[in-house]
């Protein structure tokens, strides 16, 4: 082991000396821009292609001011700026935009600022008050919505601290890698108008170009190095921004620098450099030292031949370097004279200048020496066998994003299909760290190697990973891009996508050698998918350890909230602040979670990129089901990495794809397709964007302009190459599928705004039906046939032997598919139920729980959320389902994130209250205020308060009523009010109608239980006022609701109105409004009249069957109401006659027809209520709320009284002769007050 690693210790020196040999002009251009003698906004473009040093360049600026190149350090927080002068530049440390993490803006700046750390007297202020903001929500578990906002705050705080400091001093950023930030794919709908600058900022390459625009900012430098050809558009649009007098203008200046190869006398100077670094690095290298002397002496032609066959290309030449380096055999060629290689060559010496670069196309004959060169140079450095060195590299060259010591070791010595937490579990400790200190050993010499090339470090992740060894599972490493390519080409020649530099070699190759490229293609496909399959594994592994780790975290922050907990006490519905040292410990638990999601989509994306881009990659997307904290960072990160992914060629030619029979018949290839699918999928996501941060008019408008723009374009023909390109985009855009999906998300913002509910619920139908029938037809057979096209099935069909296989495999959007049509019922329940219309709810929302029946261990975000929504509507619809409210909460415990587990706690707590259990809800409910108000969430805030304030409002009622003695009526009233109207400011901030409509109905409660007296003492002195003020309340929810169609909202307020109307003595008013309840043509099926006894399970009526019960709270009132009239003529007649006896007062209120007449409407009352209960639910708690009302009226009564009313209910029994709720009625008499055994007695006393 240690004879591999000898002799690459010191190669640190020539990766220092060869930096800037051959590229003086463009160090000094790079110098002049450092510092120059003007104020101006510097941007300055180093463009080359791979392995032309485009990185050491950058790393000569920072040690031009006395800064250490450390390649194992994350070059972002390096530290050690050396001593400054007046007018040194302030230069901040290397940004390494391969990191696709940091093409999020806020991750960006945030790297921007730490790579000045190196400065400490600097002054952040802003900046660092706004990151705090964010890590306190980000810890706190904000939402996506609330995060970003934070996030932009503290961008512009960024951009207005460095003005300040640019002042004084010119700052300096070195950005590398910057092809990475070329998205092609989404500028298309910048020029379009479809989305403004602002909505792409929150994007880094976007942002820079804002960032160069910015007409206050000045004296500032910054340096992008990126490869010319992937970086082109990148580069473009940096040009156009610098150059454009409206924005960069007069006031930037553009610095191109194009690096170039190196001619035959720098080439000699590099070998003579290297020769001098190994001289000095001890005797053990006197032998390297002189083979680099001997092909840098300049009175020999090797140094000609090394660079004729390296075409001057530095990673070539490194390549070269590193074989001899490890003492290894260099390729024969090497050894011929330079004539004798122009001879092989085909080229006359004297055709090439020692002094001039060397051309960038070689002739033919040289182009495929150089080739076989660079194939010996791969089996060199990649196959050799039994070497632990090679057995790494091959590793690191198969992932691009470069790996830990833990996942090479889990990658290099676990079996296949083993369980990586059984894998370590089973590795004793002291051989476990022995094996990674070995990887540690390895990869911190492999470091220096100029093949090799850093990553982001994850030592923030150190804080939550229990590392064996430091740096085991955090150092991270990987190698150059060029040398990725050059393994790819010769490891993958003839697959596809194929290069166009490698044609040749195509072309001239024989057959025998064509079937050892294939065969090797295929074994290397077969070991990255071995490969990928375990570093997916691993992934999650360490994601499911991260999420159990926080579930632990919330679990004790509830244990601890519950001790402090205090119903009367609201400053106890909150958690405590957390520490500076949580919240780091936290964001890194948040960053771990995001950083191991993304790795195993990753490598799952390229295990099946068909399958799981359907899949695991839209499990990353903003939706209303998935808007936890990372979710900003996991969606434009896992765009970015999908997006590089298909796009690179180097990767995708060992990606398995399926190639299916009608891409190919239309002349496209499966990536083709893929490419096609993500792009428009970008459309969806954006849609998704705005309407998880509640920008719902931003949805409804992008997704409306982008329909308009998709049907302009051409639709093509297939009668040349360009028509029938134009056909297949214009038949995929507007595929079903495609289509379909944007207007889900569509009406879905549409339904979130409460206005015009009914169309969207039409056109979400429509959908619905299309997807359907997609989702049910074959994969064979037609699902639409239109006029230029046919769209088939999805579905999978029977294999026969006229189709391949995988022709009649189900397609592979069929899971998308599914679960789009899932998302689409729960969108129809969600509108339903704004509607009123529980039973049509409840019906979608089981339809959405069985398209993804199949998924148990997928789309947990979306089930919990569905199970929560049922849960709400089967409460509604008099269920106990806190069952299934249960379920869709420990799920959401489950995936241990915050904001989702406050809204199953409110919905619990909802639930409780509709169920009567009114001491279980409050706690609930408090909890999910106090993750609402850490997160800073306030939409799911508002909920929570609204649910609160109603549990304090029944809570006081128990107090008022005797039924509670701890605390007071007026504190729980009164907390519950300021509940209420913070809730009631959140929602008119949010403009949304039914979430208001919703508190001022509860407002309207609160105000009509505060106009009560307790009993035994006098009604309020404030209750004209509450009712003035619940009469306007109530009246204008009527009117809001009527205007938005939301039923269930216009008959709860009018029942309030009743109350309130009884409460202040405005009978008249209270029976009329009751009136014209039974009269409204929207309630008339459900009213029972002596011939009609509606028929509750009749689809139409169970859909509103809340009507019941509204109607059994109005005929309780009109009991009420009965009640006060008899009492009032008994006191009227005893007041007539004074002088009577008790029996004869017995008598004469037995006699008396108005009189009679009240208690004959208090029996009717009470019997049609509770059959109306009992319509809306067998088990509603209505049913023994009236019968504890009525036991509270008639025990009042005396025997004859009593006597009158059991005649009454025999009366009511006649003209309603299919209630069977007299009955009930009848035997609640028998029991609570004595049947005819009683009555009996009662004669005979009187006799």
Request: charged share 30%; with cysteine.
């Given at each position: 082991m240690m004879s591999e690693q000898v002799n690459l210790q010191k190669l640190s020196a020539a990766r220092r000396a060869q930096a800037m040999i051959g590229q003086e002009a463009a160090w000094q251009q790079v110098e002049a821009a450092l510092s120059p003698n003007n104020r101006l906004f510097h941007v300055v473009l180093v463009r080359a292609e791979g392995g032309m040093g485009k990185t050491r360049i950058l790393e000569r600026v920072l040690e031009s001011c006395g800064r250490e190149v450390d390649p194992l350090d994350d070059l972002a927080v390096q530290t050690g700026a050396g001593q400054l002068q007046l007018n040194d530049p302030i230069i901040g440390n290397l940004i390494d935009v391969i990191n696709t993490q940091l093409h999020d803006r806020y991750r960006f700046v945030v790297a921007l600022r730490r790579s000045l750390l190196s400065y400490p007297d600097l002054n952040f202020d802003r900046f660092d008050v706004a990151e705090d903001k964010v890590k306190q929500l980000a810890a706190g578990g904000a939402l996506l919505r609330t995060?970003?906002?934070?996030?932009?705050?503290?961008?512009?705080?960024?951009?207005?601290?460095?003005?300040?400091?640019?002042?004084?001093?010119?700052?300096?950023?070195?950005?590398?890698?910057?092809?990475?930030?070329?998205?092609?794919?989404?500028?298309?709908?910048?020029?379009?108008?479809?989305?403004?600058?602002?909505?792409?900022?929150?994007?880094?390459?976007?942002?820079?170009?804002?960032?160069?625009?910015?007409?206050?900012?000045?004296?500032?430098?910054?340096?992008?190095?990126?490869?010319?050809?992937?970086?082109?558009?990148?580069?473009?649009?940096?040009?156009?921004?610098?150059?454009?007098?409206?924005?960069?203008?007069?006031?930037?200046?553009?610095?191109?620098?194009?690096?170039?190869?190196?001619?035959?006398?720098?080439?000699?100077?590099?070998?003579?450099?290297?020769?001098?670094?190994?001289?000095?690095?001890?005797?053990?290298?006197?032998?390297?030292?002189?083979?680099?002397?001997?092909?840098?002496?300049?009175?020999?032609?090797?140094?000609?031949?090394?660079?004729?066959?390296?075409?001057?290309?530095?990673?070539?030449?490194?390549?070269?370097?590193?074989?001899?380096?490890?003492?290894?055999?260099?390729?024969?060629?090497?050894?011929?004279?330079?004539?004798?290689?122009?001879?092989?060559?085909?080229?006359?010496?004297?055709?090439?200048?020692?002094?001039?670069?060397?051309?960038?196309?070689?002739?033919?004959?040289?182009?495929?020496?150089?080739?076989?060169?660079?194939?010996?140079?791969?089996?060199?450095?990649?196959?050799?066998?039994?070497?632990?060195?090679?057995?790494?590299?091959?590793?690191?060259?198969?992932?691009?994003?470069?790996?830990?010591?833990?996942?090479?070791?889990?990658?290099?010595?676990?079996?296949?299909?083993?369980?990586?937490?059984?894998?370590?579990?089973?590795?004793?400790?002291?051989?476990?760290?022995?094996?990674?200190?070995?990887?540690?050993?390895?990869?911190?010499?492999?470091?220096?190697?100029?093949?090799?090339?850093?990553?982001?470090?994850?030592?923030?992740?150190?804080?939550?990973?229990?590392?064996?060894?430091?740096?085991?599972?955090?150092?991270?490493?990987?190698?150059?891009?060029?040398?990725?390519?050059?393994?790819?080409?010769?490891?993958?020649?003839?697959?596809?996508?194929?290069?166009?530099?490698?044609?040749?070699?195509?072309?001239?190759?024989?057959?025998?050698?064509?079937?050892?490229?294939?065969?090797?293609?295929?074994?290397?496909?077969?070991?990255?998918?071995?490969?990928?399959?375990?570093?997916?594994?691993?992934?999650?592994?360490?994601?499911?350890?991260?999420?159990?780790?926080?579930?632990?975290?919330?679990?004790?922050?509830?244990?601890?909230?519950?001790?402090?907990?205090?119903?009367?006490?609201?400053?106890?519905?909150?958690?405590?602040?957390?520490?500076?040292?949580?919240?780091?410990?936290?964001?890194?638990?948040?960053?771990?979670?995001?950083?191991?999601?993304?790795?195993?989509?990753?490598?799952?994306?390229?295990?099946?990129?068909?399958?799981?881009?359907?899949?695991?990659?839209?499990?990353?997307?903003?939706?209303?089901?998935?808007?936890?904290?990372?979710?900003?960072?996991?969606?434009?990160?896992?765009?970015?990495?999908?997006?590089?992914?298909?796009?690179?060629?180097?990767?995708?030619?060992?990606?398995?794809?399926?190639?299916?029979?009608?891409?190919?018949?239309?002349?496209?290839?499966?990536?083709?397709?893929?490419?096609?699918?993500?792009?428009?999928?970008?459309?969806?996501?954006?849609?998704?964007?705005?309407?998880?941060?509640?920008?719902?008019?931003?949805?409804?408008?992008?997704?409306?302009?982008?329909?308009?723009?998709?049907?302009?374009?051409?639709?093509?023909?297939?009668?040349?190459?360009?028509?029938?390109?134009?056909?297949?985009?214009?038949?995929?855009?507007?595929?079903?599928?495609?289509?379909?999906?944007?207007?889900?998300?569509v009406q879905q913002a549409i339904v979130r705004q409460g206005k015009e509910v009914d169309d969207a619920i039409t056109n979400i139908g429509q959908s619905v039906k299309k997807l359907t029938k997609l989702f049910d037809t074959s994969v064979n057979k037609p699902a639409f046939r239109y006029a230029n096209r046919i769209e088939r099935g999805f579905a999978a069909a029977p294999y026969t032997t006229k189709s391949s296989r995988q022709d009649a495999s189900e397609h592979p959007a069929y899971n998308r598919l599914r679960r789009l049509l899932s998302f689409a019922h729960n969108s129809l329940g969600f509108s339903y139920r704004t509607l009123g219309e529980m039973g049509k709810a409840a019906e979608h929302y089981r339809i959405a729980l069985e398209f993804i029946r199949v998924d148990s261990d997928e789309m947990k975000a979306h089930r919990a959320r569905v199970l929560n929504n049922l849960a709400r509507v089967l409460s509604e619809l008099g269920w106990n389902s806190i069952g299934i409210c249960l379920d869709g909460h420990d799920i959401r415990l489950d995936l241990a994130e915050e904001v989702p587990l406050a809204s199953s706690d409110n919905t619990l707590a909802l639930i409780y209250d509709d169920m009567g259990r009114y001491e279980d809800a409050p706690l609930l409910s408090a909890k999910a205020i106090a993750y609402c108000r850490r997160a800073n969430e306030q939409r799911q805030l508002a909920l929570s308060l609204r649910q609160m304030a109603e549990s304090l409002r029944h809570i006081a009622e128990r107090v008022r009523t005797g039924q509670r003695a701890a605390g007071s009526a007026d504190i729980f009233f009164n907390n519950a009010e300021t509940l209420l109207r913070e809730a009631r400011s959140i929602f008119n901030e949010l403009d949304e109608a039914e979430r208001l409509i919703e508190v001022n109905l509860e407002k309207g409660s609160l105000l009509r239980d505060r106009m009560q007296s307790e009993p035994g003492k006098e009604r309020p002195r404030s209750w004209k006022r509450h009712y003035e003020e619940a009469t306007y309340l109530l009246n204008v929810v009527e009117r809001t609701a009527r205007q938005r169609r939301m039923s269930q909202h216009v008959l709860d307020a009018l029942i309030n109105q009743v109350r309130i109307h009884y409460y202040a003595g405005q009978l008249e008013t209270a029976i009329r409004t009751i009136e014209n309840i039974e009269k409204d043509t929207a309630y008339v099926e459900h009213i029972i009249r002596p011939t009609h006894m509606p028929d509750a399970e009749k689809a139409t009526l169970r859909n509103k069957n809340w009507i019941f019960r509204h109607l059994a709270t109005a005929q309780m009132i009109r009991g009420w109401m009965a009640s006060d009239r008899f009492h009032a003529r008994v006191e009227y007649l005893r007041a007539q006659n004074e002088d009577a006896t008790r029996e004869e007062r017995k008598i004469q209120v037995a006699g008396d027809d108005i009189a009679q007449g009240a208690l004959g409407e208090m029996a009717q009352a009470y019997v049609l209520g509770i059959a109306y209960a009992e319509l809306y639910s067998p088990r509603s708690r209505s049913i023994g709320g009236m019968q504890n009302d009525l036991y509270g009226r008639l025990k009042k009564f005396n025997r004859t009284e009593l006597n009158s009313f059991r005649n009454q209910l025999q009366i009511v029994k006649k003209q309603y002769p299919d209630v069977h709720s007299i009955k009930l009625v009848d035997n609640f008499l028998s029991e609570f007050f004595g049947g005819a055994e009683l009555t009996a007695m009662n004669v005979r006393s009187r006799e």
């Open positions: 995060l970003a906002n934070a996030q932009q705050e503290a961008a512009d705080d960024f951009v207005k601290d460095l003005k300040g400091i640019a002042k004084d001093r010119r700052v300096v950023f070195l950005i590398d890698t910057v092809e990475r930030l070329s998205y092609a794919a989404t500028d298309w709908l910048l020029t379009e108008g479809l989305l403004e600058s602002k909505d792409m900022d929150i994007r880094t390459h976007q942002w820079l170009r804002s960032f160069i625009a910015d007409s206050n900012l000045e004296n500032i430098t910054l340096i992008l190095a990126g490869r010319g050809r992937e970086g082109q558009d990148f580069f473009d649009r940096i040009e156009a921004t610098a150059d454009d007098p409206d924005l960069g203008g007069q006031r930037c200046r553009l610095t191109d620098i194009r690096l170039k190869r190196l001619s035959m006398n720098q080439t000699r100077l590099y070998l003579a450099q290297l020769a001098d670094d190994y001289a000095i690095a001890g005797k053990e290298y006197r032998s390297t030292a002189e083979s680099f002397r001997m092909a840098a002496d300049p009175t020999q032609d090797r140094y000609k031949v090394i660079a004729l066959f390296t075409n001057g290309v530095p990673v070539r030449l490194a390549l070269y370097a590193q074989v001899i380096a490890e003492g290894k055999l260099i390729p024969a060629v090497f050894k011929m004279s330079y004539r004798e290689a122009c001879g092989r060559a085909e080229l006359l010496p004297d055709q090439l200048d020692e002094d001039s670069e060397l051309p960038e196309v070689s002739p033919p004959r040289l182009r495929q020496i150089q080739w076989q060169i660079e194939e010996e140079f791969v089996n060199l450095l990649f196959s050799a066998p039994n070497s632990r060195r090679a057995a790494v590299l091959r590793t690191l060259v198969r992932t691009p994003r470069g790996l830990t010591a833990e996942q090479l070791w889990f990658a290099l010595d676990a079996p296949e299909d083993q369980d990586p937490k059984s894998w370590l579990l089973n590795t004793p400790i002291t051989l476990a760290k022995e094996q990674l200190q070995e990887l540690l050993d390895l990869l911190r010499e492999l470091a220096n190697d100029y093949i090799i090339k850093r990553r982001s470090s994850w030592d923030e992740l150190s804080l939550v990973l229990n590392e064996l060894l430091p740096g085991a599972s955090t150092l991270r490493i990987g190698l150059q891009d060029e040398i990725y390519r050059i393994y790819s080409e010769h490891m993958g020649l003839f697959a596809e996508p194929v290069s166009e530099s490698t044609s040749l070699i195509r072309k001239e190759a024989t057959e025998q050698e064509k079937a050892r490229c294939i065969q090797s293609w295929r074994d290397e496909q077969t070991a990255r998918q071995a490969l990928y399959a375990k570093l997916a594994a691993f992934a999650n592994y360490q994601l499911a350890l991260c999420i159990e780790k926080k579930k632990e975290i919330l679990l004790k922050d509830e244990a601890d909230f519950e001790q402090a907990f205090r119903l009367d006490v609201s400053n106890t519905y909150r958690f405590p602040d957390l520490t500076d040292d949580v919240i780091d410990d936290r964001r890194a638990l948040l960053t771990a979670l995001t950083v191991f999601a993304i790795e195993r989509m990753i490598y799952r994306l390229v295990l099946d990129p068909e399958q799981n881009l359907n899949a695991d990659y839209l499990a990353l997307t903003p939706e209303p089901d998935n808007q936890k904290a990372a979710s900003q960072d996991e969606d434009f990160w896992a765009q970015a990495e999908l997006w590089w992914v298909l796009n690179d060629s180097s990767l995708m030619k060992f990606v398995r794809l399926h190639e299916r029979r009608l891409a190919s018949d239309r002349g496209e290839s499966s990536l083709d397709v893929l490419r096609r699918v993500a792009e428009q999928e970008n459309v969806t996501r954006w849609i998704k964007r705005f309407l998880v941060r509640g920008h719902y008019k931003r949805a409804i408008d992008f997704g409306k302009k982008v329909e308009a723009v998709i049907q302009s374009w051409p639709q093509g023909n297939d009668r040349s190459d360009e028509g029938r390109e134009q056909q297949n985009k214009w038949n995929s855009w507007n595929h079903t599928l495609a289509r379909e999906e944007r207007n889900v998300w």
